[in-house]
C-alpha cells in the first residue's frame, strides 16, 4: 500500500526507531537535575544538540528544540520581531509559505504590524528583486521557505538573504521541507525546521537564530533551552530526530538520484496518460520527491478517494478536501489550476513498481470521476460561424469542477468570437476558470461581480 | 541504584512504553489526512482523547494536548484571560504554585495585568478565604495547584472552585503532581497536566477548557486541536501518555497505600536520625510519594551530591542548587527552613529496603557535611548570667549555611538576654535565621538594613 505523501510525515526512520528506544532508558529524567539520571539526560541532550547543529552548518548553541516545527516557526517569528521592534513593524513573507508562517504574520498584523505578501511566478518561486522591492526602512523581518511545501519549487534563498543582508533585515528560513535534503545555503538568520518531516518522530522541531541577531523571545520562559522553548525537553524524540537526521542526511545524494528520477518520470508521463492535466512547480529547481499536477473536470477530493481505494495516499490543494472550500493559498498565488490537484510526495522506500501502478491508475481514476461528473470527452466541436453573442451559464451554488465542465460543455456551442458568461460563486473558479482558458487557449476576459457571486467572462477564439 | 525523584519526572510507564511502540507503526501520519494512514492516525487520536477524557472526567470535546504541560498552563492562562478581558485585567494565583504558573503571571503583569498571590500556611496550603479575599470585580481569573510539588501538600481545590464559582470567575488547576493520582474533585473550569508526570513520555501535556468557559486562544493558531494547540500532534506519546494515565490509575489505590507507609516512615524516622530537622509539608492532606525536610547546618548542593555519591537521586529545594542563589518560592512563601532541604518523591516501584538504606546513609551524610562546615555539633553550654548585650556576627560575603551556623555557634557564647546581631546578604539567610530561631526557641526579634545586605536580630531566651 504506497504512502506518498512524506512531504505531510514520513514513517519513522530506522535509525530513529532506534535512538528512540535506546534514550527511552537513558533519558528520561530531568536534564536540569544534578544527579546521574539528570547528568546522563543532559548528556544525551547536548550530543543530539551537537548532532543536529553540525547537520544545519551553526552552533550547537545557537539551536534550541521545540515542540514542533509549527512552535519553531511561531516562536522564531515572534522573537526575531520582538528583537527589532525598535526598527519597526514591517515583516515580508513570501505568498507561497507555510500556514504556520502565514498564522505568525495574521497575528502580528492584528497587533498592528503590517504585513507584505511576495508575490510568486507560476513555478512557486519568488523573485530576489520581490523582496528587494518589498524592504522598507520599517522591515524588521523577512521570511522564506527554502523550498515549497505543496509543489517542490525551490526557493532562492541564498540570494533573497543577500538581499536582506544588504539592508540589514534578517532573513528567516522555514526549512521545513529541505533539511533532510541538504543545509540551506546562504546568509540566512533564523531556521526552523520539524522533525518528522525527515523521518524523525514528531513533537519535535528546531529554531536556529544565529549570533548576533537581535533575539527577544516572547511569552512565559523558562531556564529550558536558553529561554528560547519553555516546558520539559521531549528528551527521547529529540535524540531520534537528531540520530534520524544525520541518518536521511548521509543517505541524501543518492536518494535525491533515485526519488528525482521517479517523480521525473511522473512528471513526463501524466499529461501523456491524463489528457488535461497541468504539471506545477518549477521542473528543474525543485525537491527531489515532490511532483504535483491538477487535471480539469475531476475534484480532489473524489480523486484522493479513489486513489485511496487504489491503495495510494496522496494530498491536495484543491477546495473541497478536508475542511477547506478554499483552494490552497499556494496554488492561488502561482495562478495555476486547482482543480483534481494532486500532489504525490514520495518517502525515500519508494519501489519503482509503485510509481509504475500509480501511473497504471491514475488516467482509469480520473476518467472514472469524469464520467460520473460528466465531463466533456472530447474537444469542442468545429466553430459553425463566427458571430458575437453570449451564452450564460448558472452555476451559482455549485461546486468546483462543475462550472469549470459546464463552460467547457457550452465552449464548442457557441461561435467563435462569442462570449459565455458564468456565474459562480465558487472560490475556485476564480483560480480556474482562467487556468482552464489557458490550458484552452481560449481568451479569459475577466471577472465582474454578478447579483450572487461572480460573473467569468470567457471569449471563444479558435 | 534508587531514583527519588518520581516527583520531576518518572521513568516511562511499561504500559506506555507498550503503547508508543505500537503507535510508532501505527500513528505517524497526519490525523488531518483523508487517507487509510491519516484515518488510523485519527482514530488513535480520537481513542487518546476520549481515554484521558474519561480518567481526568470530562468530555473529550473539552481536553486538547499540547506539547508539555508547561505549554498547557501558558496557554490556559492566557486564553483564559483573554476570553474574560471585559471583565478585567487581574489574575489571582497561590504563592506556591509551579513556576509555569508564576511565568505566565509574570507575563501578564508585565503587559499591565494585575496580580495577587495568596499567602499559604506553614504546611503549604492556601486557605480558601485567601481566594475568598483576593476576588475583586476585576478578576478575570484564579489559578491554583492541585497539590504541591516540592512538598506535596494538597490544596482545598474544591473549596476554592467553590468561592470563585459564588464569585463567577474561573479556577485553572494545575494538576500535574496529582493527576495520576485521582480526578481533581469541585468546580474547577480549566485544568493543565504533565504527562512525564505519571509515568507517560515528555512531549505531553493536556489542557482541558470545560464547555461555556470563556477562552481565546492567544498567539498564531492552526486547525489542530480545536485550535488551542498548534503543530503537528505528538501521536505516538500522546497515545502513550493516554494508556499510561490509565494504567497508573488503575493502580492508583494500591500505590497509594504502599507509598503512602514508605513515606510515612521517612517523615517519623528522619527527625530522630538526624538532629536539627524540619519536617516540612502537611502531615496529613499530603500526596503519597512525596516527603522534605530541611536539615539546619548543611547546603542543599553538597548533601544531594553525596546522595548521589551514594545512589540516591533526590532534588532540593535550597538555594545554592543548580543555577540558582536563593531557595526555592515555595519554602519561602512557608516560611520553613530551606537549609539542606531535601525532596525525597518515590517512583512507583520503590522497594521497601532501598527507603531503609535511605535511612541508614543519609544520617551519615548530614553528619559528614556537618563535619565539614564546622557546625555546632551539640546545644550551646548552659548562660552566664542574664546581661543585655550586643555580639555582631559578620556573615557578608558568606553563602548558606555558614550564617546560621555561625549563629549557632555564638549562641552559648553570649549571656541569656542578649542580642545577636548577624550581617548577612545570602537571601537564604532571611528564610533560615528566623526558622532556626523556631527551631531553637530563640527569639527572632526582625531585620533591618545594613550597610552590606541584613542585619538579623536575634535575642538569646534561654
Chains 1, 2 share one sequence.
Request: proline share 7%.
Amino acid at each position: 500500500m504506497p504512502y506518498f505523501d512524506a512531504a505531510s510525515a514520513a514513517p519513522l526512520h530506522p535509525v530513529a526507531r532506534q535512538a528512540l528506544m535506546a534514550s527511552l532508558d537513558e533519558g528520561w529524567a530531568d536534564p536540569g537535575r544534578l544527579y546521574r539520571e539528570g547528568r546522563r539526560a543532559r548528556l544525551l541532550l547536548d550530543a543530539a544538540r551537537e548532532a543536529a547543529a553540525e547537520v544545519v552548518g551553526c552552533r550547537a548553541d545557537e539551536l534550541v528544540f521545540t515542540g514542533s516545527g509549527t512552535g519553531a516557526v511561531h516562536s522564531g517569528i515572534a522573537g526575531a520581531l520582538a528583537g527589532r521592534r525598535r526598527t519597526g513593524p514591517h515583516l515580508i513573507v513570501s505568498a507561497v509559505e507555510h500556514s504556520s508562517v502565514l498564522h505568525a504574520a495574521e497575528v502580528h498584523r492584528d497587533g498592528g504590524g503590517s504585513v507584505t505578501e511576495v508575490a510568486v511566478e507560476r513555478t512557486g518561486a519568488v523573485r530576489p528583486s520581490g523582496y528587494a522591492e518589498a524592504l522598507r526602512p520599517d522591515t524588521a523581518l523577512a521570511c522564506l521557505q527554502s523550498a515549497n511545501h505543496e509543489v517542490g519549487t525551490v526557493q532562492p534563498v541564498a540570494e533573497v538573504a543577500e538581499v536582506c543582508r544588504a539592508a540589514g533585515v534578517p532573513l528567516l528560513v522555514d526549512a521545513a521541507q529541505s533539511l533532510g535534503w541538504g543545509p540551506v545555503e546562504g546568509g540566512w538568520s533564523l531556521l526552523a525546521a520539524s522533525a518528522h518531516k525527515w523521518g524523525g518522530p514528531s513533537g519535535v522541531g528546531l529554531l536556529v537564530v544565529r549570533k548576533g541577531v537581535r533575539f527577544a523571545p516572547q511569552g512565559p520562559r523558562d531556564e529550558r533551552e536558553s529561554g528560547r522553548a519553555a516546558g520539559f525537553e521531549n528528551l527521547p524524540a529529540i535524540v531520534a530526530a537528531a540520530a534520524s537526521l544525520r541518518a536521511v542526511r548521509a543517505e541524501a545524494a543518492e536518494q535525491a538520484v533515485r526519488l528525482r528520477e521517479l517523480t521525473e518520470r511522473i512528471r513526463a508521463r501524466v499529461p501523456g496518460l491524463v489528457p488535461d492535466v497541468e504539471v506545477v512547480g518549477d521542473p528543474e529547481r525543485r525537491l527531489p520527491g515532490i511532483v504535483t499536477f491538477s487535471c480539469l473536470y475531476v475534484d480532489g477530493e473524489t480523486v484522493l478517494h479513489e486513489l485511496d481505494r487504489a491503495g495510494f495516499s496522496v494530498s491536495s490543494g484543491s477546495s473541497c478536501t478536508s475542511s477547506t472550500l478554499t483552494p490552497s493559498h499556494v496554488l492561488r498565488a502561482m495562478g495555476v489550476l486547482s482543480e483534481g490537484n494532486v500532489r504525490v510526495s514520495l518517502p525515500s522506500d519508494t519501489r519503482e513498481e509503485d510509481v509504475e501502478r500509480f501511473l497504471t491508475v491514475l488516467p482509469e481514476v480520473v476518467a472514472g470521476v469524469r464520467e460520473k461528473l460528466g465531463a466533456p470527452a472530447s474537444p469542442p466541436p468545429a466553430p459553425a460561424e463566427d458571430r458575437t453573442e453570449t451564452l450564460v451559464i448558472d452555476a451559482v451554488g455549485r461546486r468546483c469542477p462543475i462550472p469549470v465542465i459546464e463552460l467547457a460543455k457550452a465552449i464548442g456551442t457557441v461561435p467563435v468570437g462569442a462570449t459565455i458568461r458564468v456565474l459562480a460563486d465558487d472560490e475556485a473558479a476564480r483560480l480556474d476558470i482562467p487556468a482552464w482558458c489557458e490550458m484552452r487557449n481560449q481568451e479569459y476576459s475577466g471577472e465582474e461581480p454578478a447579483p450572487q457571486g461572480t460573473a467569468y467572462l470567457i471569449r471563444r477564439t479558435h
